[in-house]
């Protein structure tokens, strides 16, 4: 069975509604230091035989709770 694991971010900015998707995690953070909406997403992609796959997607909101860690 292969399994592959990466983590997506989307930043979005508010006041104009641009928004993009990124796989760096320095691009996020200063992103979200600018006020920007940052979303992660963890995917996993299984593929359990040559004719089965299935991905599964996990996502997280940042957001401004001091327990949050980035």
């Known amino acids: 069975m292969k399994t592959q694991t990466f983590v997506e ?7 104009s509604n641009l928004y993009i ?12 230091e600018k006020g920007w909406l940052v979303y992660e ?9 040559p004719f089965v796959s299935t991905r599964e997607v996990v ?3 940042w ?3 001091p327990y949050y860690e980035v």
């Open 63 to 65: 957001n401004e709770n």
């Open 9 to 15: 971010y989307e930043l979005v900015d508010p006041v």
């Open 41 to 49: 997403h963890h995917n996993t992609i299984t593929i359990p035989s």
């Open 59 to 61: 996502s997280v909101k």
């Open 21 to 32: 998707t990124t796989e760096s995690q320095v691009e996020a953070v200063d992103s979200f």
